[in-house]
C-alpha cells in the first residue's frame, strides 16, 4: 500500500500521461493533414504522410525505346535509354519484366531474358536491351521497376484549391458567416444573462428554467419550424429568403440558450459587495454592466466565443437550409463536401482543402485558449 504522498505522485503522472494521450489523439491528425497538404501529389498516392521526410517507394511501369532506336554492337543488336526524363530524380531499386514480379532483379544486374536477350537497368535509370537477332516492331519492351524519390514539397496544392477549386470564395463565405454569428449571440446573451443574474423581475425564474429546457432541444427538431417562420416574416416585410441575415439569426437563435446558461452562471459568481458598492456610487445597471461585469466576464466570453465560432464554422446543414449551395452561397463544409465527390480520389486537393478549413478554428482557439479553462470553471461552484 502506498503512501499518500505516492498516491499524490502516481495521480499527477497519470493525469499527465492522459493529457498527453489526448494531445497526441487530436494533434497526429492534424500534422498529417497539415503534412499531405504540402507533398507532391504522386507521394501522396504512394506512401502516407509519415514517409514524407524519408522518402517515398513505388513501383512504376514503363516501356523501353523500340526497335527502330537499335544499334548494331559488336555482332549484338542494342537498345539504350533512360527510363526517367530527368535523369537522377530518382533512384531504381529493383526491376523486373512480369507485372506479378516487378522486383525480379536488382538495379545494375543483368536479367536473362528469353532467346538470349538480355536486360540492364541501372539506379540512375539507364537501361541497356541486348539481343543476338533483331528487334522487331513498333513498341518496346514493357519493364516494371521499383524507385524511390526524395521527398518533395509544393505550395501548388495551396494555389490549385484557392485559386483554381472555388475555397477562395468559399472562405469568404464562412467568414461572413461565422463572424457575425459568433458576435450577435454574444451581445445579446450578455445583456440577458445580466439581467437573469443581478436583476429582479417578474418571471425570471421562468425565463431560466425554459433556456435550462432548450439546452436539450435537438437542432434538427427546431430547423424547419424555425426555417417556415423566417420565410412567413420575410414574405410579410418584403425580405428575400437565403440571405446571410437569415442564417445570422438561425445561428444566434440556436446558440443563445446555451450563452445565456454559460454566462449567467459566471456573473451570478461574481461578488454581490462589488455589485452593491457600485450602486452605493450612484451607478446604474447599464453602467455597472459595462464598467463591471463585461471587463470580469472576458474568460467566459472567449469561452463562448470559441465555441460558437467553431460550431459555426463546422456547420453544414443550417448553412444548407439558410443559405443556400449557390457558387456564390457555398461555405467551406459545403464546398468540402462537394469535392468529397467530385474529386474523391485526389487526395492532395481533399487534404489541402480540410487544412484550409480548420487553420482559422485553430487560430481562434490558441489565441483565446489561456482564457478557455478559466471561463468555463468560473462561476460552477457558487450560483446566484
Do not use: C
Not at 537522377?88 to 545494375?108: C, I, K, N, W
Not at 445570422?248 to 452593491?276: C, D, K, N, V
Amino acid at each position: 500500500m502506498g503512501t499518500p504522498s505516492g498516491r499524490s505522485t502516481a495521480g499527477r503522472i497519470g493525469v499527465h500521461l492522459a493529457v498527453l494521450f489526448f494531445v497526441a489523439v487530436w494533434t497526429i491528425p492534424t500534422l498529417g493533414i497539415l503534412v499531405s497538404s504540402l507533398r507532391d501529389k504522386d507521394q501522396i498516392i504512394a506512401s502516407g504522410w509519415w514517409s514524407a521526410f524519408t522518402g517515398s517507394a513505388q513501383t512504376e511501369a514503363g516501356r523501353l525505346a523500340p526497335a527502330s532506336a537499335q544499334q548494331e554492337k559488336d555482332g549484338k543488336f542494342v537498345i539504350a535509354g533512360n527510363l526517367f526524363e530527368t535523369p537522377g530524380e530518382r533512384e531504381v531499386t529493383a526491376f523486373g519484366t512480369r507485372v506479378q514480379a516487378p522486383s525480379d532483379y536488382e538495379a545494375g544486374s543483368v536479367a536473362e531474358l528469353k532467346d538470349g536477350v538480355t536486360l540492364q537497368v541501372n539506379a540512375d535509370g539507364s537501361y541497356v536491351l541486348a539481343s543476338p537477332k533483331a528487334f522487331e516492331g513498333d513498341r518496346g519492351q514493357r519493364v516494371y521497376y521499383a524507385v524511390t524519390a526524395p521527398p518533395r514539397f509544393t505550395t501548388e496544392n495551396y494555389e490549385t484549391v484557392l485559386f483554381s477549386e472555388g475555397i477562395g470564395r468559399s472562405f469568404i463565405n464562412s467568414l461572413t458567416v461565422t463572424v457575425p454569428a459568433t458576435i450577435i449571440p454574444i451581445m445579446v446573451a450578455a445583456f440577458a444573462a445580466y439581467a437573469l443574474a443581478w436583476m429582479r423581475f417578474p418571471g425570471r425564474a421562468l425565463i431560466i428554467a425554459v433556456i435550462i429546457g432548450l439546452l436539450v432541444v435537438p437542432l434538427q427538431m427546431a430547423l424547419i419550424p424555425l426555417l417556415q417562420l423566417y420565410n412567413g416574416v420575410g414574405a410579410f416585410f418584403g425580405v428575400p429568403s437565403k440571405t446571410y441575415l437569415g442564417i445570422w439569426l438561425a445561428h444566434t437563435g440556436f446558440g443563445l440558450p446555451f450563452a445565456i446558461y454559460l454566462l449567467r452562471s459566471y456573473m451570478a459568481g461574481l461578488p454581490r459587495e462589488l455589485m452593491e458598492s457600485a450602486r452605493m456610487d450612484g451607478a446604474s445597471d447599464f453602467e455597472i454592466f459595462i464598467k463591471i461585469v463585461l471587463p470580469l466576464s472576458l474568460p467566459v466570453l472567449a469561452s463562448f466565443a470559441i465555441f460558437q465560432f467553431l460550431w459555426v464554422w463546422n456547420d453544414l446543414l443550417v448553412a444548407m437550409v439558410f443559405l443556400g449551395s449557390g457558387a456564390d452561397q457555398l461555405v467551406l463544409t459545403g464546398k468540402l463536401n462537394a469535392l468529397l465527390g467530385s474529386r474523391g480520389g485526389d487526395w492532395e486537393i481533399l487534404t489541402t482543402s480540410a487544412f484550409v478549413t480548420i487553420i482559422v478554428p485553430l487560430i481562434v482557439f490558441f489565441s483565446l485558449q489561456r482564457y478557455f479553462v478559466r471561463g468555463l470553471l468560473a462561476g460552477s461552484v457558487k450560483g446566484g
